[in-house]
C-alpha cells in the first residue's frame, strides 16, 4: 500500500480542519464559533532507510516513530573501527 509504513502499517488518516472566530470564554470573550468545516488528511513521516534484515539489506519505507523506537536495524554502511584497507 502507498503511503503505508513497511514496519507498523501506519498510513494516511482522515480527519476534519475547523474553521472559527470569536475569542474563548475563558479570555473574556462571547465564546468560539465554528464557521467551516473541511476534510483534511495526516500523512505519515516515512522516510526511506536501509534496513538490516539477517545478511541481506533492503531499502525500506519506514515511519519516523518507528526508527525512533528501535524498532528497525539499520545498515552498516561499514565496520566501526577498521582502517581502510591499503593498496
Do not use: W
Amino acid at each position: 500500500m502507498a503511503q503505508s509504513c513497511d514496519v507498523c502499517g501506519k498510513s494516511i488518516i482522515f480527519g476534519n480542519q475547523k474553521q472559527q472566530r470569536g475569542k474563548a470564554k475563558y479570555l473574556g470573550g462571547n465564546g468560539r464559533k465554528t464557521t467551516g468545516i473541511s476534510r483534511r488528511i495526516f500523512r505519515p513521516n516515512l522516510q526511506r532507510v536501509k534496513v538490516q534484515e539477517g545478511p541481506s539489506v533492503a531499502t525500506k519505507r519506514v515511519c519516523t516513530t518507528c526508527i525512533r523506537a528501535g524498532r528497525i536495524m539499520k545498515a552498516v554502511v561499514r565496520k566501526p573501527f577498521t582502517l581502510p584497507a591499503a593498496h
